[in-house]
């Protein structure tokens, strides 16, 4: 009998970060590798954010707090939720956690009973199938391909509903794709889940600060009050207040579901940090001008990747409405051979040789559940951008 636990054999390690850790290697190794693979702004948190941390070390501020959170980061967010999102909650509907990612693993482990069956977009963030399978749950992922926009339609998602439905998990802008619902879009998908009053809504809105060229974000409590009551709306501080280091994520939802993820969180890992709490009180009351000076630089350089791998042979590049992200599809690379002669015959093939003979990592899209694709995180320098592109151009040019 195997000392680990039968859950292990349920999930697959993270290959976002399987990719930085292999780029890591080769750079130790000596070799110029332009890392494209991870998802956290290059940018600085601001120096006000750093500022109340410090504040709060030095007044003493580092014992046990609330489980959920402090009640003044409780009142940040539930003042950010009303003026951005027209959302009403009260204290009791708002939990704290250590990052998005342990607000979006208690909500499902809160819930989840085995064969509970979980709605996925993909492509998807790569968390969320395998944090279904822990908590012991089915995902049904359900492909929204490149010509729907990477998107999810009423009627594919109609289809998908059974009675063993529990949640569908939405996510925009998208990680892998940086794609955006727009208003029309959402309700769209909101007017099916008001006919299934089994299913629930997680909604991840993690980059709804990181979107370009005038798109208007929105959430599903916002579009359909019917929804409020079945909806956790989840978002955090690690993207556009470019804090990824700090582990301060939220949501906002129905008090006993609330309630119960507090439960897991008082047995697992008890409040987070006490310090990055009150930075992130600071993020979101503090001065929000940085953000469309950073998403001017986003903008520009989301622009100049796609505008460069769409002159790459065999690679089609589609312009995302947000995130940092960008997922051009590699199928007209496929069947092509290397000039060390390895045949190209799926993204992975792709990636790897694009890391061994040119030194950039990208992640295969197969890992977000669409392939033959690559996802680009360009949240990164934008001349080591412009420097990566050329080489992918090259890399492809010489494939035959
Ligand atoms: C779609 C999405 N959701 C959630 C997260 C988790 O963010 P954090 O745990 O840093 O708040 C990430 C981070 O990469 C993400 O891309």
């Known amino acids: 009998m195997s000392f680990l636990s039968a859950a292990l054999d349920r999930v697959k390690p993270s290959a976002t970060i399987a990719v930085t850790d292999k780029a890591r290697a080769l750079k130790a190794a000596g070799r110029n590798v332009i890392g494209l693979g991870a ?10 954010i750093k500022l109340a941390a410090i504040h709060a070390i030095e007044a003493g501020k580092t014992k046990y ?40 693993y208690n909500a499902l482990m809160a819930t989840i009973n085995p064969g509970d069956e979980v709605i996925i977009p993909a492509p998807y963030w790569v968390s969320y199938p395998e944090m279904v399978a822990l908590a012991g749950g089915e995902s049904v992922p359900v492909v929204c391909t490149a010509e729907r926009g990477f998107k999810l339609g009423a009627e594919d998602l109609e289809k998908a509903i059974t009675p063993k439905t529990k949640w569908i998990i939405l996510n925009s802008p998208s990680n892998p ?16 889940l008001v006919k299934h009053p089994h299913v629930w809504v997680m909604t991840d809105d993690m980059y709804e600060h990181l979107v370009y060229d005038d798109f208007a ?12 009551d079945r909806t956790l709306t989840v978002n955090g501080v690690s993207k556009a207040y470019c804090m990824t280091g700090w582990r301060i994520g939220y949501a906002g939802g129905p008090a006993q579901l609330i309630k119960a993820m507090a439960t897991i969180q008082s047995q697992s890992t008890s409040n987070p940090s006490s310090i990055s709490q009150w930075a992130a009180v600071e993020a979101l009351n503090g001065p929000q001008d940085f953000i469309p000076v950073n998403n001017k630089v986003f903008k520009e350089r989301r622009d100049l ?79 080591d951008l412009e420097d990566a592109c050329k080489r992918i151009q090259r890399f492809c040019g010489n494939l035959r």
């Open 65 to 104: 707090t609330d489980v959920g959170g402090i009640p003044e980061l409780k009142e940040a967010i539930i003042a950010k939720f009303l003026r951005e999102n027209g959302l009403t909650y009260k204290p009791n509907q708002v939990i704290v956690g250590t990052g998005g990612k342990q607000v979006l």
């Open 177 to 192: 794709t940086g794609a955006a619902y727009t208003r029309a879009e959402l309700k769209a998908i909101t007017d099916v």
């Open 39 to 48: 998802g956290e702004p290059d940018f600085d948190t601001p120096a006000n």
């Open 305 to 383: 990747v796609v505008s460069m791998l769409n002159q790459a042979t065999g690679i089609d590049c589609p312009r995302p409405e947000g995130a940092f992200y960008v997922y051009p599809s590699c199928a007209g690379t496929i069947g092509k051979t290397s000039p060390s002669g390895k045949v190209i015959e799926n993204d992975e093939d792709f990636v790897t040789e694009l890391l061994e003979s040119e030194g950039v990592a990208v992640v295969h899209g197969s890992a977000f559940g669409l392939g033959p694709a690559f996802r680009i995180s360009y949240a990164t320098k934008t001349s």
């Open 217 to 228: 974000f929105t959430t599903p409590a916002q579009i359909e009050p019917k929804l409020y």
